[in-house]
Every structure is written in structure tokens, then in C-alpha cells.
């Protein structure tokens, strides 16, 4: 049964071209009391812009209704759970948000002097503390703008380091339930992606690592816990693989939020790591949107970090450029601030044991699904799980119903879908992540949806087959969008 | 499905023919299977050179972006146009018209180490 939501009357929007009629605006400025300027004269026609064609004109109120329109349509975490396995989408408090408004923060400036921006130095340097408590590493960069930048920042300060010893080498190991960013970051930063296949139990394979490690690899990149939500229990054993003939290894911080508190990783043998600040420390998620992705490394990586480097005097904070082996910028300025604030924010306002009940809270509702829906779905990983579970969709395939199929069922019970088809290393997964967020009662409530839905597999197959129904759009034709998608409008 | 006989094939699900010194590869019926809808194929150009194991281009489908990699190594003397503008074709005719790419082989007997069309369905059966 459907409890979590009813329909209810949405209002139907157009896109914005469609409303624009010629000479609407939606401003009034007062006469002209200056004589007026050609600014094809003043300037040079060059430096004049024509009207933009197709450029909608419509008034404040048309504008305000379209985006207030669209945005009910909309699912988000402040309406309910978003149970997207390692993407972790967690609230985001309004404290942080309160916090980055602070006047002396929100309008400090990138250029204003350092005199002037001792306490946004103070608030970078704090994060940058607190990060290398948390992660047991020595020193931190906070300049890269999400995950991704961070991982290829952290590869790139493999490299030097390498290179530094005369040898960049060639490869890099990554197992088969790595993030697809991964073995991207590794190409893009010049080298071979090797694949490590994991065991039965979805761990890395230690004989085969040992195997493949040799002269050639520069790094191991693993993620841990892994996609599958599983501890790498032999991550000691790993790191020392790597470490015996000369690698670094990395970790994908992604995540991060089911260690925090509990297990350090500079402890149990990571050389450097990114970390996603929206993941564990509760920052919007990025989704284009300004990110921050802040790379923690062992002592002897700290010499190839970004520039500038922040450096406490005796009685102030200043930004040091004189960093002879560091890889050099990989942002403007000084990373994306706004949400370095956001972040520390969230760790002040959590202290240590705060932190650590995150981390406890974010791996007991992940088990508890765990467990309330192993009688209906296939779990093809036993080992104990930490922060996600990975189901596959084994059962309900053999009655021609697919991962996909139950995901958009989902959301006519009121939530957004889990993630579908990931990790590949599980056939039809559906990867679900509640986070630390979630109360019991709407744990319960997508529980009691997911068992509905595994019913209905049963029951009225055709019913979740041909979800979503409650939607204002159906089943959209997601091949041919991908084949001959329309990216844009055009007059 | 029909796996021909005269290919052989790799457990990363490719399949390859050789005719005199040109080997054409593709990726299998089980394969295609697994990806689901195919969106986008990306493949080298002619001239590119690969080493057996080499990842030489990737086919996306609505689920999945995976890498391919050459069964075969030498010089990519040919890729298939027919994909850029028609990627389904790869779910259709998999084994046929729609090949990935040509190569000159550089070592016959990496051809013949792969495995034969009844091994590979004994692998793929093992494996689902």
C-alpha cells in the first residue's frame, strides 16, 4: 500500500521561451538625467553585443512562478529519504547554512589582503586540522572542487612524487567495484588502468593484487568501504602489497561517512585520499553546483600539494607560494570557500562523539534495511555491510522484472529511487544508502514500500513494469533520449 | 544464439575473426545482452597501434559504460562507421554487421590462444 504520499494538484509549465512576448521586461529604470552615449562609439562595435536571439522576455512574477512551478515537481531531501546507494544524499542542516552567511564570510573577498582575511584563514585552517584528525593523515589541500578533481589532484601528486625518484611508472590498479571515476582519473593523468577482480566475498583479492603488483604500477586506487558496502578487511595486507615494491595507494574518500570516528585510514596504510565534503560532511551535494573535494596525503606526498599552502606564523596566517616541487594550482583562489565553511560547520557542530554517532547511526539504518528486506530480495554479498546494502534483482528477474523496473515503482510509493545497476560487479543491483539522516519512521515507510513493491512483482507484475503511473510523466523512452537526444531549445 | 565457430573469443566478451592477417573484433551476443540498450560506441582511429589487453574504446548503454579491449594486438587499420550514426545496430547484429574495428595482427598466435565458440559458451554459462 501506498502511505508516504497522496496525489495532489501540480501546475502545469511551460518552457520559458514559450511565455516570452516581445518587449516585456521586468525592470523600470528611471530617465536619463546624463546626456546619452553611443556605446558602439565609447567602446568599439566590436565590444557591442546585438540582442541574443530567442532571448525569453517575460515579467518578475512569470519568472518567479515558472521556477516555483517547476521546483514542485521536484523530489529532494528535504521532502523525504533519497536512498541513492554512493551517491549519499544527507540533509544538509540549516546551521551550516546560517554560518556561511555570516557577513564577514559570505562577503570576504579572494583579493582582499591578508591582514584583512585572518579569520576566513582561521576557517581554513580549522577544516584543514580537522580533516587530518579524521583521516589520520599529515597535511591537506582544500583547493579541488569535488570529488573527481580531488581524485585526479591525488594521482597527479602520485606522479610527482614518482617522478621525483626518477620514475613516474606506468600503471594503476583498480578493482572491479571501483567508482567508474576511478579508472578515469588514472587515464587522464597519463596512465594504464589495470582491473583487480574481487573474491566471493567482494573483497580485493590479495593473491591476485600480488600478482599483478610490479615495477610499473604507481598506485592501487581503493575504495573503502568498498561499492558493495563492505569493509576491505585485509586493507593492511593490501597497502603492504602495494608498499613492498615501491606504490603508493589510494583512497576514494567517497566513503568516508562509515569510517569517521571509528577507523582512520593514514592509520591502516593510505598514502593519500580525497574526501567528499558533500558525502560526509553534509555540504549540498554538488550536482554542478560548487563542490569541494579536499586531498589529505602522508608527509612525504606533502611537498607536491597545490600551491598556495596555508602557514601559521607566530601571530598570523599567510598563504606560501614558495613551494618549489608542488604540482601548482589546481583552482582559483583558494578552493570553493562557501562550502569549506559549510563543512566545518557541520564538524564543530557535531564534535568528536557527534561525528562518531554519525557514522554508528549511518551504518545501523543501513543494516536494518539490511535485514527487514533480505527475505525478499537476493543478496548476493554476505559479508557484514557498513554504511549501504547491494541487493540483485535475481528474483523478481525471473518474472521479467528488472532492477530498473522497481526503481521507478519506487517512486509512486513517494521516494526517489535507490541507485540502479551498480556496482557492475552485481548483477541487477539495487544499491541503497540511507545515510545517518533517516528516522526509524521513514526507514519503515520505504521498507514497507520495497516489500509492497517485491508483492506486487508477484501479484501484478505489469503494474511495476510499466511505473511510474503517479508521475506528471510516465515511462519516458530513455534509449532513443540517449541515442538522438535534444539538448536544447530552438526557436 | 549462433557463436561461430572460425571466431574465437575472450572472457572479457569479445570476439574475434582472421582473415589472412586482418582480424576483425567485435564484442558477443552475451555481451551485448549484458549492456542492455547501446547509446554510444567510441572507437580508435585507423592507425592506432594496440597491444594485446589494450583498452581501444568503450560502448555505453542505458546502464553502463564499459571498456573494450583488443584480443589481438597490432594496427587498428579500420573502425565501423555504421556505429556513429547507428549504435542499436550493435544489439541487432552483433557478430555480423556490426563489428567494432580491423586490425593487422602482429602475432597470429594470440589468435589462437583464445578461446574456442564452445568454451566460450561453456564460460558464459558458468558464469550466469
Known sequence: MIRKVRSHLSQNEGLIFEQSSPGKIGYQLPPLDVPAVDPAEALGAAQVRDGIEGFPEVSEVEVIRHFTRLSTWNYAIDLGMYPLGSCTMKYNPRINEAVARLEGLAWSHPYQPESLSQGAMEVVAHLEDALCEITGLDAITLQPAAGAHGELTGILLVRALLESQGNPRKRILVPDSAHGTNPATAGIAGYGVQNVRSNDQGMIDLEELSRLMDDDVAALMVTNPNTLGVFEENIIRATEIIHAKGGMVYMDGANLNALVGIARPGDFGIDVMHINLHKTFSTPHGGGGPGGGPVAVKKHLEPFLPVPRLKRLSDSLTWDYDVPQSIGKVRAFYGNFGVLVRALAYILAHGGPGLRNATVDAVLNANYIRHKLAPYFDLPYKRPNMHEVVFSDDRQAAKGVRTGDMAKRLIDYGFHPYTVSFPLIVHGALMIEPTETESKQELDLFIDAMISIAKEVEEETEKVTSAPHLTRTTRVDEVTAARKPIVRWKP | ?128
Not at chain 2, 546502464?63 to 587498428?76: F, Q, R, W
Open chain 2, 1 to 128: 544464439m549462433n557463436y561461430p565457430e572460425s571466431y574465437r573469443y575472450t572472457k572479457e566478451h569479445e570476439w574475434v575473426s582472421l582473415a589472412g592477417d586482418t582480424a576483425t573484433v567485435g564484442i558477443t551476443f552475451h555481451a551485448q545482452e549484458e549492456l542492455g540498450d547501446i547509446v554510444y560506441v567510441d572507437l580508435p582511429k585507423p592507425g592506432a597501434q594496440l597491444a594485446k589487453g589494450d583498452s581501444f574504446g568503450s560502448v555505453e548503454s542505458v546502464k553502463a559504460v564499459s571498456d573494450i579491449y583488443a584480443p589481438v594486438g597490432g594496427e587498428v587499420l579500420e573502425a565501423n562507421e555504421l556505429l556513429t550514426s547507428s549504435p542499436e545496430k550493435l544489439n541487432e547484429d552483433p557478430h555480423e554487421a556490426a563489428w567494432l574495428i580491423k586490425i593487422r595482427v602482429s602475432d597470429p598466435n594470440e589468435f589462437n590462444n583464445l578461446l574456442s565458440a564452445a568454451d566460450y559458451q561453456t564460460y558464459v554459462g558458468a558464469e550466469s
